[in-house]
């Protein structure tokens, strides 16, 4: 194989020389033919002598200085021995018929006249003959000079020192090194092949062995098991879950998986697979070493210090390369797609209880935020990433999991989740304990479990900890390197090292290992932040064998019972048996208001903790106690007589366990932070296409540059370089740094964020949703009025407690869920502002035991509360039974909604106005509760503990009316204004009633000043929609939105508002999504119903979602943005939080996703703009002539105006106001692609004038660069002329401009001069560049080595020679210094280039003319964007 890569390489180097359209020095401007030049700065050979007096004056030995001698190299020495003689040529002096000594070298350069580089050396002999005089100086070439050639029987009496060449040394290939590598190459091949045959006869059986199972466990309960006496001890439910694939279906693959399904495959280890699975690793890193070691054989520091000393020459060197690398590359990538089951290919499959490791596979779905508007080419690729990905299972995600055990259970830990080996079912599932689904049968459990009981269920659920695995920084440095990314950057090093490009390799690895280091540090100091969110624990009481004893909270397992103290974190989810718990919920919810728990109640009450009816009862992990307060168990005190007797030794408040670990609903969220569901946006859909076009692109240059450098071995390497600029490894981190840039923007405005990518979204969001109370409004209520209803008549609204009756201040005082923490009112702040409005107070020192709360009047009456019913969102209403101390009656109160509370009050309490009453009261902005009463008399206290609730409500009479006022945020109106002047779509969905809610809106203008509301609502089981301010029904809702569409779509006269009601029933008859864009109001919305609403405005546009984190979590996280007015962790309630509770966040994270997605689409034009530049400009260019830019021009481009540029384009500032449009989104799109090719057909067009322009010089003509007689190997000699000097000056200067013309877009971002650094860095930069092409010869110029030369040169063109040392110009003049007059007219092209690209920028592109286009486009083909009110 090397053999025949060598051959083919070898045969491909036979070309022509280069340019091949124009042949270098044929003829001048005038089409003359171009005089034989002369060549200066040639150096003379040694002068071989018989004796030393033969020698030319110009060369003869000096004296010798006393006490040495003069030697035959023509030196002076204190001994001869072992000095060599150069005239020998490295033979011995009896090979010689006469022995020569050598003359002293001549140091001073001669200049040959019409050089001819077909008898170049004769010419240079000639002229250092005549120099010396050893021709007459009119002799002319050709003519005898009477010097031999070296001969080892020449007896001539003066010799030129010409040795012969030495023989190069081959590679024949079949040294002991190359005999080595064939062998171990061989021997690994066949080991391979003996394993994959051995391995398939071991697992012929395999398929049979693998199983399917549920990741989640089944919690149903069948209602044989559901009785309190097995729900005592708990009811083991035990995975999968059903699923339509057979448990042991031999044809069952990964890929055809159901959802929430996983395949396990048992594997058992191999003595010969562990031995092949170091083989892997160790010839994985024997490919690294072997390309380590040709480059160092390249530079001399593998054997003796010799370049090609292992490799024998540069050919050889070169082609060996060149079949590793692709070896290299090629093993390398396999290990990379194969790495998460490489060691399980090096183990045996057999059955799960034999298997020492279980690999667990399951389909990673992957989630379109937004479709976007894709081409046919998006589409097209799209398509076909999506058969490869189903073709080869890349979306299937493998893990190994150890299998443990403890006694003779058999378990793996999978994603934080414990699956135990249930033999009946032949395989591993998860495990859920269900202890009760009432009330009651919970409360059975009080006693607690016992020490058998709990080590058993610890088994199956696993330990009460989630462990975080965070790596050190090595290791995660090393995950971090082990990418495709990664891997291509670090093959493309590997030619630059090997190519003596070690220089800007250098600059290159440090740059990537700076980012990497970086990315690492953030990665693992995140990760950090999860694990001490995790990871938490500590000691509590629990009650085991009867025995209250201290236990560490791992240990927790669903049916133990906690002692509840304040200040403890809670470990599990759980409810309150006994006492009752003040806690903080805001890690959970975001809101920071303390949340009051109560004990369950003895009562068959159905209980199921994620209904908001068991929330009251209910305690989560994660959560912190304030306070606890001491009870009997239940709160129905006739419970006692069924209880344990209370001693003294017994905790007052106790919790019991549900559920620990991951069944927690904190452990499911961290389950969500650290096994996250991917998700895609149209940019990363189309990054896809990007990737694919530049590398075609570079596909395409690779074959130029091949073709053009010659088709050898060395234009390969010269290929690759274009490929590594037409495809810039920077491209992937470029997306990201905008984002990260606003990210910190966002930071410092107090508004947090955990999911980078969605910033993007926030650039595109046209549907903005809001909460109302708490979000648009104050987060409080403040009291109003009670308006009392007598006899089925209102009274006036009274705002003084005290003018009411007894009856209804008793109500407003004890109907409500308020208590008393240190002085301090917490519950619902309408209760607290309700209770607050009354002047009563809480008495802690309770006068009954029967009594939950004692409340005491400003004038000392007392009313004890003895039941209480919290407030249900199925319900909508809260109810309380009390005693009065002073007649002993109890009476009982219901409050809740206006419209639920006319359903249960009794119908002759219901004023026949009542609809408009309440109407009018919600029109004015009120939020309007009602009160229901009744009077049950003097009751025995134990019977009223034992009615239901819905006997004890029954028959109540209405009372009045509670009015409560929300009022607005100062800055709201002017949030909702700058979000419809920035093309964005305002939408109310709140809990509260539709017209309180279109009070708000029309307060805040979402809703205009003139427009009517119609409210659709359900009416005897249909939809009516009525007009809010008439109250007249609008019999034909389309038609009425049709008149006002069509006379301006974006003007909006006519809002929609609905309930739930209507909105479900919308839903059902399938018009929900032909009228969704005209409702502004979702009202009476439960926090399933907004999650619903949500994703239906999902459907249709990048939907935003704006509250304060309290039941509207789940509409939150659903949302393609989702943002928490509220300081709680933003990882857990939505991807973004703001600590500022005002919605001048949204409007805030919206201009900041803007700027972030512009900045994000400027790096990557930026970026593609270099591999257009650099890859088509200015290397094909180059190849073109066979010259390469000097090596510092390359430095300061791609080690230094690359980042910092990109760093720069990414510190434009922000736009001060929302833009009436968004920025494109798309990679590939007629916006992004025109200013990309734009820019590259006038900097094409501005290079080749430049080239044109110099070859229109007549100083230039006959002066051309001629590679033929130079080895194409050494680029850094190939960039001594003007050519390579005229690409550099003129790319440089449009690669540094391009960062300018990017960095325009003032609708997003503030205006060009206020990117202060990129202003500071492009005038740098430029003014650099600017210096190098006008200045004269200077040290500076000389570094870059453009308009410069050799000393002695420079001195006679009547210049200041540059003391800088530089090595020796690689052209016959010795110089590039250009004409001034030249010089100045190249820069003024240049600077004409960056006007011309920056005008088409901001006019075309950006300006008039682009937005002509594009409403002629518009006109002509319509517009593919939605269109809806504002």
């Known amino acids: 194989m090397v053999r025949y890569l060598v051959l083919v390489t070898g045969l491909a180097s036979v070309a022509y020389a280069f340019p091949a359209f124009n042949v270098p020095n044929s003829v001048n401007v005038d089409g003359d033919t171009c005089p034989v030049m002369d060549r200066s700065g040639l150096m003379c050979p040694v002068l071989c002598v018989r004796d030393f007096n033969n020698c030319p004056d110009l060369i003869q030995p000096s004296e010798c200085p006393a006490g040495e001698q003069l030697c035959d190299d023509g030196a002076c020495y204190d001994s001869c021995d072992n000095v060599e003689n150069p005239c020998l040529c490295g033979m011995s002096a009896s090979d010689f018929d006469v022995l020569y000594k050598a003359c002293p070298s001549y140091s001073t350069s001669v200049t040959v006249k019409q050089y001819n580089l077909s008898t170049k050396q004769e010419q240079i002999e000639f002229a250092c003959a005549q120099t010396w005089g050893l021709v007459s100086r009119n002799a002319t070439f050709g003519s005898d000079t009477s010097v031999a050639l070296w001969a080892t029987n020449e007896t001539a009496t003066t010799m030129w020192n010409e040795c012969p060449l030495a023989a190069e040394p081959k590679l024949s290939f079949t040294e002991t090194v190359c005999l080595a590598f064939y062998g171990i190459i061989g021997a690994e091949v066949l080991l391979y092949i003996l394993w994959h045959a051995y391995k398939s006869i071991r697992e012929r059986h395999a398929a049979q062995m693998r199983r399917v199972c549920s990741q989640l466990p089944k919690t149903q309960v069948s209602p044989s098991v559901a009785s309190d006496k097995q729900y005592e001890k708990g009811v083991v439910q035990s995975g999968p879950s059903s699923i339509d694939v057979p448990m042991s279906d031999a044809t069952v693959s990964a890929s055809q998986l159901p959802a929430g399904s996983m395949l396990l495959r048992g594997y058992k280890n191999d003595i010969a697979g562990l031995f092949m699975y170091g083989l892997t690793l160790l010839s994985t890193a024997g490919w690294i070493a072997l390309l380590m070691i040709i480059v160092l054989d390249y530079y001399g520091k593998v054997k003796g210090g010799v370049a090609y000393g292992l490799l024998a020459n540069s050919n050889d060197s070169m082609s060996v390369f060149i079949f590793v690398w692709h070896l290299a590359a090629i093993w390398l990538i396999a290990m990379l797609a194969c790495k998460r089951r490489l060691r399980n290919y090096f183990r045996i499959e057999c059955s799960l209880p034999q298997a020492r490791v279980v690999q667990v596979e399951e389909r990673q779905e992957e989630v379109i935020m937004t479709e976007g508007r894709q081409n046919r080419l998006t589409q097209l690729v799209t398509k076909a990433y999506n058969a490869v990905v189903l073709k080869f299972g890349l979306n299937i995600v493998a893990e190994s999991c150890a299998t443990q055990h403890i006694g003779a259970n058999q378990f793996i830990e999978y994603r934080c989740t414990r699956y135990v080996f249930i033999e009946k079912a032949g395989s591993f599932e998860c495990h859920a304990f269900v202890l009760g689904e009432t009330h009651r049968s919970l409360l059975d459990c009080h006693n607690g479990l016992t020490s058998a009981e709990a080590d058993a269920r610890l088994t199956r659920v696993g330990e009460n900890f989630i462990r975080v695995y965070v790596p050190s920084f090595p290791v995660g440095l090393l995950q971090e390197l082990f990418s495709y990314t990664y891997l291509y950057q670090m093959m493309c090093l590997f030619v630059w090292f090997y190519f003596n490009y070690f220089k800007l390799a250098l600059v290159q690895l440090c740059v990537i290992l700076i980012s990497a280091f970086i990315k690492v540090f953030i990665r693992l100091r995140s990760e950090r932040r999860v694990k001490m969110l995790a990871e938490r624990r500590n000691q509590c009481r629990v009650r085991r064998n009867g025995v209250w004893v201290d236990l560490d909270t791992a240990d927790l397992v669903p049916g133990d019972v906690v002692a509840v103290e304040a200040n403890m974190e809670v470990m599990c989810d759980g409810c309150v048996l006994r006492g009752e718990v003040v806690v903080d919920e805001s890690s959970l919810t975001g809101e920071a208001m303390p949340v009051r728990k109560l004990p369950l109640k003895n009562e068959a009450i159905a209980y199921d903790p994620q209904n908001s009816a068991s929330k009251a009862y209910s305690v989560y992990a994660g959560t912190r106690v304030l306070q606890c307060t001491g009870s009997s168990y239940g709160s129905a005190p006739t419970s006692l007589d069924t209880m344990v007797p209370v001693d003294s030794a017994e905790p007052q408040t106790q919790i019991l366990v549900l559920r620990t670990r991951t069944a927690t609903d904190k452990g499911k969220l961290i389950q969500r932070i650290l096994f996250p569901i991917r998700y895609s946006f149209v940019l990363d859909e189309q990054l896809r296409v990007s990737i694919l076009a530049l590398l075609a692109y570079g596909g395409v240059v690779f074959g130029l540059s091949i073709w053009l450098m010659g088709a050898d071995r060395t234009s390969w390497y010269y290929g690759l370089f274009v490929v590594s600029q037409a495809f810039p490894p920077l491209l992937p981190a470029a997306l990201v740094i905008g984002q990260s840039v606003a990210a910190d923007r966002l930071r410092r405005q107090q508004i947090f964020c955990i999911d980078l990518p969605r910033i993007n979204l926030c650039g595109k969001v046209r549907l903005m949703l809001f909460d109302k109370?708490?979000?648009?409004?104050?987060?409080?209520?403040?009291?109003?009025?009670?308006?009392?209803?007598?006899?089925?008549?209102?009274?006036?609204?009274?705002?003084?407690?005290?003018?009411?009756?007894?009856?209804?201040?008793?109500?407003?005082?004890?109907?409500?869920?308020?208590?008393?923490?240190?002085?301090?009112?917490?519950?619902?702040?309408?209760?607290?502002?309700?209770?607050?409005?009354?002047?009563?107070?809480?008495?802690?020192?309770?006068?009954?035991?029967?009594?939950?709360?004692?409340?005491?009047?400003?004038?000392?009456?007392?009313?004890?509360?003895?039941?209480?019913?919290?407030?249900?969102?199925?319900?909508?209403?809260?109810?309380?039974?009390?005693?009065?101390?002073?007649?002993?009656?109890?009476?009982?109160?219901?409050?809740?909604?206006?419209?639920?509370?006319?359903?249960?009050?009794?119908?002759?309490?219901?004023?026949?106005?009542?609809?408009?009453?309440?109407?009018?009261?919600?029109?004015?902005?009120?939020?309007?509760?009602?009160?229901?009463?009744?009077?049950?008399?003097?009751?025995?206290?134990?019977?009223?503990?034992?009615?239901?609730?819905?006997?004890?409500?029954?028959?109540?009479?209405?009372?009045?009316?509670?009015?409560?006022?929300?009022?607005?945020?100062?800055?709201?109106?002017?949030?909702?204004?700058?979000?419809?002047?920035?093309?964005?779509?305002?939408?109310?969905?709140?809990?509260?009633?539709?017209?309180?809610?279109?009070?708000?809106?029309?307060?805040?203008?979402?809703?205009?000043?003139?427009?009517?509301?119609?409210?659709?609502?359900?009416?005897?089981?249909?939809?009516?929609?009525?007009?809010?301010?008439?109250?007249?029904?609008?019999?034909?809702?389309?038609?009425?939105?049709?008149?006002?569409?069509?006379?301006?779509?974006?003007?909006?006269?006519?809002?929609?508002?609905?309930?739930?009601?209507?909105?479900?029933?919308?839903?059902?008859?399938?018009?929900?999504?032909?009228?969704?864009?005209?409702?502004?109001?979702?009202?009476?919305?439960?926090?399933?119903?907004?999650?619903?609403?949500?994703?239906?405005?999902?459907?249709?546009?990048?939907?935003?979602?704006?509250?304060?984190?309290?039941?509207?979590?789940?509409?939150?996280?659903?949302?393609?943005?989702?943002?928490?007015?509220?300081?709680?962790?933003?990882?857990?309630?939505?991807?973004?939080?703001?600590?500022?509770?005002?919605?001048?966040?949204?409007?805030?994270?919206?201009?900041?996703?803007?700027?972030?997605?512009?900045?994000?689409?400027?790096?990557?034009?930026?970026?593609?703009?270099?591999?257009?530049?650099?890859?088509?400009?200015?290397?094909?260019?180059?190849?073109?002539?066979?010259?390469?830019?000097?090596?510092?021009?390359?430095?300061?481009?791609?080690?230094?105006?690359?980042?910092?540029?990109?760093?720069?384009?990414?510190?434009?500032?922000?736009?001060?106001?929302?833009?009436?449009?968004?920025?494109?989104?798309?990679?590939?799109?007629?916006?992004?692609?025109?200013?990309?090719?734009?820019?590259?057909?006038?900097?094409?067009?501005?290079?080749?004038?430049?080239?044109?322009?110099?070859?229109?010089?007549?100083?230039?003509?006959?002066?051309?660069?001629?590679?033929?007689?130079?080895?194409?190997?050494?680029?850094?000699?190939?960039?001594?002329?003007?050519?390579?000097?005229?690409?550099?000056?003129?790319?440089?200067?449009?690669?540094?401009?391009?960062?300018?013309?990017?960095?325009?877009?003032?609708?997003?971002?503030?205006?060009?001069?206020?990117?202060?650094?990129?202003?500071?860095?492009?005038?740098?930069?430029?003014?650099?560049?600017?210096?190098?092409?006008?200045?004269?010869?200077?040290?500076?110029?000389?570094?870059?080595?453009?308009?410069?030369?050799?000393?002695?040169?420079?001195?006679?063109?009547?210049?200041?020679?540059?003391?800088?040392?530089?090595?020796?110009?690689?052209?016959?003049?010795?110089?590039?210094?250009?004409?001034?007059?030249?010089?100045?007219?190249?820069?003024?092209?240049?600077?004409?280039?960056?006007?011309?690209?920056?005008?088409?920028?901001?006019?075309?592109?950006?300006?008039?003319?682009?937005?002509?286009?594009?409403?002629?486009?518009?006109?002509?083909?319509?517009?593919?964007?939605?269109?809806?009110?504002?």
């Open 773 to 1430: 109370t708490g979000t648009l409004t104050h987060s409080g209520m403040q009291f109003y009025s009670v308006q009392e209803i007598a006899n089925t008549t209102f009274g006036d609204a009274e705002q003084n407690i005290e003018k009411l009756s007894d009856q209804i201040q008793i109500g407003l005082a004890s109907c409500h869920a308020a208590t008393e923490i240190d002085q301090q009112l917490i519950g619902n702040p309408v209760d607290v502002e309700q209770f607050q409005a009354t002047g009563w107070r809480i008495e802690n020192n309770r006068e009954d035991a029967h009594s939950l709360d004692t409340l005491i009047a400003p004038d000392h009456r007392t009313v004890h509360v003895v039941r209480r019913f919290e407030f249900e969102h199925a319900r909508q209403s809260m109810s309380v039974a009390v005693q009065d101390a002073a007649t002993r009656h109890v009476h009982v109160f219901v409050k809740g909604s206006f419209e639920r509370i006319k359903k249960i009050a009794r119908v002759d309490s219901v004023p026949a106005d009542y609809d408009a009453v309440t109407a009018a009261w919600a029109k004015q902005g009120c939020y309007v509760l009602a009160l229901a009463h009744r009077d049950l008399g003097e009751m025995d206290l134990g019977s009223v503990s034992r009615m239901p609730r819905a006997q004890l409500e029954a028959g109540c009479s209405l009372v009045s009316l509670l009015l409560f006022r929300n009022t607005l945020k100062e800055d709201t109106p002017q949030a909702i204004a700058e979000l419809r002047g920035g093309d964005t779509r305002s939408v109310m969905v709140t809990g509260d009633t539709a017209l309180t809610a279109a009070y708000i809106a029309r307060e805040c203008g979402m809703v205009d000043a003139t427009a009517r509301v119609v409210l659709g609502t359900i009416e005897d089981d249909a939809l009516i929609w009525r007009d809010t301010a008439t109250d007249k029904v609008v019999d034909d809702i389309n038609a009425e939105i049709c008149a006002v569409t069509a006379q301006d779509p974006q003007v909006s006269q006519v809002e929609l508002a609905v309930t739930e009601a209507a909105f479900n029933w919308l839903i059902k008859s399938g018009q929900i999504r032909h009228l969704l864009l005209h409702i502004r109001i979702f009202a009476r919305m439960t926090p399933q119903g907004k999650i619903t609403c949500v994703n239906l405005h999902m459907e249709r546009a990048v939907t935003a979602m704006c509250g304060d984190g309290g039941n509207d979590t789940g509409a939150l996280r659903a949302a393609h943005v989702g943002i928490a007015l509220s300081e709680a962790e933003a990882s857990i309630v939505s991807p973004f939080s703001s600590a500022n509770p005002s919605i001048m966040s949204c409007v805030t994270l919206l201009r900041e996703g803007r700027a972030g997605l512009a900045t994000t689409l400027a790096a990557y034009k930026f970026l593609v703009n270099y591999a257009v530049v650099m890859a088509l400009l200015l290397e094909v260019t180059q190849f073109y002539f066979s010259v390469i830019v000097p090596e510092a021009v390359w430095i300061m481009v791609d080690g230094f105006t690359t980042s910092i540029m990109i760093l720069s384009i990414t510190q434009a500032q922000t736009a001060k106001k929302l833009a009436p449009s968004r920025p494109t989104g798309q990679l590939i799109g007629a916006h992004t692609l025109a200013s990309i090719w734009g820019q590259a057909a006038i900097n094409i067009a501005f290079l080749y004038g430049s080239i044109g322009l110099l070859f229109a010089q007549s100083w230039f003509r006959c002066n051309e660069f001629d590679s033929s007689d130079i080895d194409t190997s050494l680029w850094w000699l190939l960039g001594d002329n003007y050519e390579a000097e005229v690409i550099s000056i003129v790319c440089l200067f449009q690669f540094i401009n391009a960062a300018g013309v990017y960095n325009f877009g003032y609708r997003y971002r503030r205006v060009w001069a206020t990117n202060y650094l990129l202003v500071l860095m492009y005038s740098a930069f430029l003014a650099v560049v600017s210096a190098i092409a006008l200045a004269d010869p200077n040290r500076f110029g000389c570094v870059f080595r453009i308009n410069c030369g050799n000393t002695q040169t420079v001195r006679d063109l009547g210049y200041s020679a540059s003391t800088v040392h530089i090595s020796e110009y690689n052209n016959p003049l010795g110089h590039n210094v250009m004409p001034r007059q030249f010089r100045w007219t190249l820069w003024a092209m240049c600077v004409v280039n960056a006007v011309v690209c920056l005008a088409y920028e901001k006019l075309v592109v950006l300006g008039p003319v682009g937005r002509r286009v594009k409403a002629w486009w518009v006109a002509k083909h319509g517009d593919s964007k939605i269109q809806f009110k504002l």
